[in-house]
């Protein structure tokens, strides 16, 4: 998969911006608020109809206008294909791909898949369960793409479980839902253990290469209920309490993956820094989980070098350039990261 072209209107601070691409990596640097992230942000919202920063779609419509639009032209299995997107104030979206209309976002997530690393990266170590959950649900949604359909329906469970419990609801409704629940779980929990088996080791064996200090890492899934129940157990073991606390109290939506560093708990001893490269090696191996099902995405990499000395930008730069992947970069700091990424094209962003 490669973006070849790129126009980008009433995005942000970018009122008309047109870009062509001819290299695997390509850097956008230049000085802070020319809009580099920006530029980022439009080729991540066109894939998965977010931002990878704070703030919703109406932050990114231009302040003098009422909506923005993002071409994309990319070129996948020597086929040239096109997506437009649009979205305006009153949260309508438009968006084509080669010409026809699409009515559903995951349809441009799978045309589209795009991985974005940044600065908040660290987060993946250092914040709550749901950072890790949402790496493991990506990682799967991208392999298979039904994962998204078991999803949305374990989901549907939770929420009406919630009300029910709320209200005390009917107990027949009550179990006629937890068991679609139990039997959405055990698939959706089959399907994410089977991946992180996948990726688990190739964490540790990228951790052993570059970051020496951490060879101590040990990664442990927890599925989101006390281990040795089954989850029917659990719901009966919690029934009461679900019902107290008016929520299911354990389930798939607490699912976790535990890093611990010679036995305690990464996010309490690592160095912002350490958390920051322990991320991106989550993301190195996820994309090498997605190599073996050959699967390309185009990867983003915001601020890259921010926080990470020159001998682990020219490591990490190293993984990232034998990838197939396309890559795009941005960063203040032009020598350091075309000294990382000799090869790339460069783009001076400026203000308009
Ligand atoms: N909706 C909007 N309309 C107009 N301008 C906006 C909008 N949202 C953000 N901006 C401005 O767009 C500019 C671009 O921000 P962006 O984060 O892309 O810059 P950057 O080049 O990545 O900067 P840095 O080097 O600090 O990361 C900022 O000056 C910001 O204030
Ligand atoms: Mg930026």
Redesign the pocket.
């Known amino acids: 998969m490669f973006i070849n072209k790129l126009r980008i209107l009433n995005f942000?601070?970018i009122l008309d911006k047109d870009f062509k691409f001819e290299k695997k990596v390509n850097i956008f640097y230049?000085?802070?608020?020319?809009?580099?992230?920006?530029?980022l942000?439009a080729i991540n919202y066109i894939s998965s109809g977010k931002s990878f920063r704070k703030g919703n779609y109406k932050?990114?419509?231009?302040?003098e206008s009422n909506d923005f639009t993002i071409y994309l032209g990319y070129n996948k299995d020597d086929l040239e294909n096109s997506i437009s997107v649009r979205k305006d104030k009153k949260g309508q979206w438009k968006a084509k791909k080669n010409n026809t209309n699409i009515s559903q976002q995951s349809t441009l997530t799978e045309s589209l898949p795009v991985i974005s690393i940044d600065p908040e990266v660290y987060r993946l170590v250092d914040s709550s369960p749901q950072y890790r959950r949402s790496f493991i649900d990506w990682l799967v949604f991208h392999v298979k793409h039904d994962y998204l359909l078991l999803w949305k329906k374990t989901h549907k469970c939770i929420k009406q479980l919630n009300t029910l419990y709320k209200l005390r609801g009917n107990t027949n409704e009550i179990e006629t839902w937890e068991q679609m629940l139990v039997s959405c779980t055990e698939k959706l929990n089959q399907v994410r253990n089977h991946y992180f088996l996948q990726i688990s080791p190739i964490i540790t064996n990228i951790v052993r290469e570059i970051l020496p200090g951490l060879d101590g890492i040990v990664l442990i899934y927890k599925r989101g209920w006390t281990e040795g129940l089954s989850f029917i157990q659990q719901l009966e073991k919690d029934r009461e309490k679900n019902l107290k606390y008016g929520q299911l109290l354990n389930g798939p939506h607490k699912m976790d993956i535990k890093i611990t560093i010679n036995h305690t708990d990464a996010s309490k001893v690592l160095s912002r820094g350490q958390k920051k490269m322990l991320s991106i090696v989550f993301y190195l191996s996820y994309l090498k989980v997605l190599e073996f099902n050959q699967i390309f995405p185009i990867l983003c990499l915001?601020?890259f070098d921010a926080e990470i000395d020159e001998n682990k930008l020219q490591t990490t730069s190293e993984y990232f350039k034998s990838y197939q992947s396309q890559i795009f970069i941005?960063s203040?700091h032009k020598e350091k990261i075309v000294k990382a990424f000799p090869n790339a094209d460069l783009f001076h962003?400026k203000h308009s």
């Open positions: 942000r601070n230049g000085e802070n608020g020319v809009g580099k992230t920006s530029i942000e932050d990114f419509i231009n302040y915001d601020d941005t203040v962003v």
